[in-house]
């Protein structure tokens, strides 16, 4: 469930799994980014079981790390063990014998000062692959309760991240994602307080037949300068950049504890535009937290078009237990989910816009399944024809059908 470095993590817990030999198991590795991911785990949960009356469940992830007892409590579960544990293969080597496993196994996340290198060959299903290189967080967002899960920040030494990446690209991957809890931050704790830009570059030279290289959510008030220049002088570097932005309102950046204003949001939109035009920006984006205002939710909204941002994820303020955000006067729910759909609205709308406008336009798609893949842009797109999946394939864009581009492999 939930993030992109917990899509890397579960690849790792799978082909621990597979060594030790379990069987008839089931893990859920949780999402606590908001109650509603709670609550969808526990649904799993009793699903599970229902379906597979005969298997052991373990719980883990971030929900299981904040709240064990949560889970350890429900009569489907046997075993909830933290974020730390579900990567150690001595858990599961023990697991396999059934000894001496406890129900509840989740040690303190703020006291790991490193992050472990975790080798993976491939990802089940997937055509492109998820590295993590960076892990926790530092800061203390008044909505967040993922420090609490994921512990301090921390980064992986680029040359495992580049063994990493080559040992996926010789399995055939042509696109990897560089994922992390506070992607931006990587380089703390490493000698020489490298940057994510170094990084990214080190990756680029040193792995020359990596097709394409992606980037999850960046803070926009910490792009470095070695990385924009890679976005202006890399055509690998992929030219889509998904913000974690959450408000387009100053007071409520503010009140969130973030460290962008609303300017720097357009600055660094207008900057990447600059330098790579074909450029396009998704964004992070919570509607009605705590003491919002009408204005300032038209300031979030006008943001959506100032920044021409077209690939939202927009979700309702959700109260998280412990935070500072909790205690905050609350905008009443169903104020919040219906300023949600007007974002998520003004999102779609832009989404379309740049859909059309990139009709009779070349592209290159990364098919996933049955022609269907994303291109560059991370734009859906639906290439006429069989191909395998994980191949790149160049194509021109006929149509538009719904959200999707219809395109045509060029010869």
Known sequence: MGCRLNAFETEVMREHIEKSGIENLIVVNSCAVTQEAEREARQIIRRSKRKYPQNKIIVTGCAAQINPDLFAQMPEVDSVIGNLEKLDPEFWSEQATGKNIPGVRVNDIMSVKETAGHMIEGFQGRARAFVEVQQGCDHRCTFCIIPFGRGPSRSVPAGEVIKQINLLVAKGFNEVVLTGVDLTDYGKGLPGHASLGELVARILKLVPDLKRLRLSSLDPIEIDTKLLALFADEPRLLPQVHLSIQSGDDMILKRMKRRHQRRDVLKVCEKLREIRP?????ADIIAGFPTETERMF?????????????????????????TPAERMPQVHETERKYRAKILREEGEAQFLRCLDSGVGSEVAALIERDGFGHSEHFMPVRVIGNFKVGDIIRARVKSREGKTWIAEPLA
């Open 278 to 282: 074909d450029i396009v920006f998704g």
């Open 298 to 322: 038209e300031n979030t909204r006008s943001l959506i078009k100032e920044a021409n941002l077209t690939q939202l994820h927009v979700f309702p303020y959700s109260p998280r237990i412990g």
